[in-house]
């Protein structure tokens, strides 16, 4: 047989999620080596230039570029081997714990051979054809991460009179970015009821800088010839349908697209990995392991987080699952139990525990709701919080003294409003 230059673990991905991996895959003695599409290892937080990076994993309060400094700094202190400007093409499962990666570089096709594979090359942006956003199609349509690497890559301002389409996280911090920068931001619109990221991010990026949020609406027209002039803007019902005869006009000459994130995983989906419909993430163990033996994924591309400390956690864990796996000729468990989604939780991850080790769930709920409890009946866990929201993940661990008393064959999280007194 043909050989290939062989490792223990390839990272695909040079964001957070997979240099974290990488660090924590030569930490743990493991031979291997990190794969990154473009000329610099770092990801999203190399264009982010607002703080509220690190604070649990470096104890800081960051901005993404001195975050990803700091994780990079760690990663050269220990000689991690990398590529840059290496694409992907596909992956060949041969065995459980034999996998050829076929990496497009400016040399020449790399047929790369490992035991274990973490993915971690992050999400997609939703474009503008799939926004349901008809009419012209003028310069001045960015998706949000486009805006932000002009500004914050190369120096440059992509408008002056500016609507987002989507009050997530990235929309609010895109709005306040514009108004930094001297631009007028006409508004933020929403379909939902309720605003899509944080609550302090609503605050801090558009009530202190008096900018309009329109709950409930959507773009429905985009006019314009060479560059955008306006938007038609409706209310929608309950079932998120414009309602006819509310529509009004914007002026604009720059429409902002920040309308949700997409795992990034159809390489995946090429080789068997089982896509959950809920994260649009693959379906995974523990220890972030696939429906595909040896096949780890990490960060956006497991589950789109709101906090970029979740991201290297992730990394590290599935590094963690690597060296199992490795050790171990295959993911030892005792059998692995499915955990179900109950009352308000749209999704979850893991999918499947063991119920022999501490687990750190990810989950989202379906609808905002006020004092609830999280619970997870099976072994009597409950958590109280003032309040739920789709747009913050709820994180919490269940050791493995607790599950140890798991009798069931399942686990459920669910969500339970509780009775004022």
Request: proline share 5%.
């Amino acid at each position: 047989m043909e050989r290939y230059p062989s490792y223990d673990v390839i990272i695909i991905g040079g964001g957070p999620a997979g240099i974290a991996a990488a660090i924590r895959s030569k930490e743990l003695g493991m031979k291997s080596i990190l794969i990154e599409s473009r000329e610099i290892l770092g990801g999203v937080p190399l264009q982010c230039i607002h703080p509220g990076f690190g604070i649990h994993y470096f104890k800081e309060d960051l901005t993404g570029t001195e975050f990803i400094s700091k994780l990079l700094k760690k990663m050269e202190d220990i000689n991690v081997s990398y590529l840059t400007r290496a694409h992907v093409h596909s992956i060949e499962v041969r065995s459980h714990n034999e996998k050829v990666i076929n990496v497009i570089t400016s040399e020449g096709v790399k047929r790369l051979e490992t035991k274990t594979l973490i993915y971690a090359a992050g999400a997609r942006e939703r474009h503008i054809f799939e926004t349901n956003i008809v009419g012209d199609r003028p310069d001045g349509i960015y998706t949000a991460g486009e805006a932000q690497t002009l500004m914050d890559i190369y120096g440059i301002m992509p408008g002056k009179q500016v609507v987002i389409v989507g009050s997530g996280d990235v929309g609010l911090i895109m709005a306040r970015r514009f108004a930094l920068e001297g631009a007028k931001v006409v508004a933020v619109i929403e379909m939902m009821p309720y605003p899509g990221g944080l609550l302090r991010n609503v605050v801090q990026c558009l009530y202190d800088y008096d900018i309009p949020l329109y709950l409930s609406h959507v773009i429905k027209r985009v006019s314009g010839r060479r560059r955008v002039e306006k938007v038609t803007v409706s209310r929608v019902d309950e079932s998120l349908r414009p309602i006819k005869g509310t529509e009004f006009e914007l002026r604009c000459d720059t429409l902002i697209l920040a309308t949700g994130l997409i795992p990034n995983i159809d390489i995946l989906e090429r080789i068997g990995v089982i896509i959950d419909p809920a994260t649009r993430g693959p379906v995974v163990n523990e220890f972030l392991e696939t429906t595909v033996p040896g096949v780890f994924v990490a960060g956006n591309a497991l589950i789109i987080n709101d906090s970029v400390d979740n991201v290297v956690n992730q990394g590290e864990l599935a590094a963690e699952g690597a060296h199992i796996f490795i050790q171990n000729d295959g993911m030892p468990s005792t059998g692995w139990r499915p955990v179900k989604k109950g009352r308000n939780i749209r999704s979850a991850v893991p999918h499947y525990i063991s119920g022999m080790r501490d687990v750190t769930f990810y989950a989202r709920v379906r609808a905002p709701e006020r004092m609830v409890e999280v619970r997870v009946p099976e072994v009597d866990f409950k958590r109280r919080l003032h309040s739920v929201r789709p747009a913050e993940m709820i994180t919490f661990k269940l050791p493995k003294e607790l599950l140890a008393s798991l009798k069931d064959p399942k686990v459920t999280l669910e969500v339970v409003r509780l009775c004022r007194k």
